[in-house]
């Protein structure tokens, strides 16, 4: 009886080199999937949060989306690479597309725990920054003013804590110079876009029913850590995804090292007689 049972081969059991080649072929198109993400979530960061950027007191945040992009394009080239390893069943190009999973899985590890860490400190950092901004460069600086324009518009909110913090601005002090006052007839207490229904000169008015009262820094740390929470999601499970699929090509690429030794085994043993 143990005479008839045949030899156990790279065939056999539920790991066999034909189940792991599907396995193996099914991830690579996942990863092809998480490159398609990961490209749409740089979109989606580029054209729904890029507002805000110039009011950040530094560049965490579109280094961030930056890495995004960046393993977008990694693994799309993987993505390419894997196929080509794939069907040319060659254990060194098998060998060189785990590493370049494994690289990636390193970058995407890293990017997850920058949006993380950034997403812990972005709320301490704009209390400081953000009021400097509107009192020092608002009306000086063309994308800081554009970007209060945008926050104030899509926050429905005045100010950064509340609208009184524009009467300690240099837009204030500009806007409302004596030869500004004279030509106008009255000040200006807030830009008019902090009104309620935005016209000419509708800033001159504090009343509660044309202006908004509450300020903007709640509303644009929210906007900040919603970025910050999509893109840390993203890229953990993406790298899960690479994780598993590493995994998988190992025991690809042992599997396959493995039936070229019994092929050359084999070989060698014919030759022999």
Known sequence: MERNRRPRSSHDGCCNLRFLTVIVYFFNFLHFVCSLTLGLLFLWTFYFKWYFVALLPSYRYVQIATFCAILSVLLLGTFLFGYLALNKERPQL???YTLLLVII???ECGTCLMA???YEQVALDLKSSLITSLIRDHSLVENISDAFRDLH????CCGVFSFEDWRNSLWWQNVNDVQ???TRGFDLIVPDFCCQTVINDCGQSDH???IYYNGCLSFLI????EGLFVIATTTLAVSFVQLLGACFTTCFYQQMKRLLNVKRMVYNYNNAF
Do not use: M
């Open 94 to 96: 098998t060998a060189i």
């Open 105 to 107: 899985l390193l970058v």
């Open 116 to 118: 993380y860490s950034y």
């Open 153 to 156: 518009r899509l926050g429905k």
């Open 180 to 182: 500004s006052g004279v």
């Open 208 to 210: 509660p029913s044309n």
């Open 222 to 225: 929210r906007s900040v850590q």
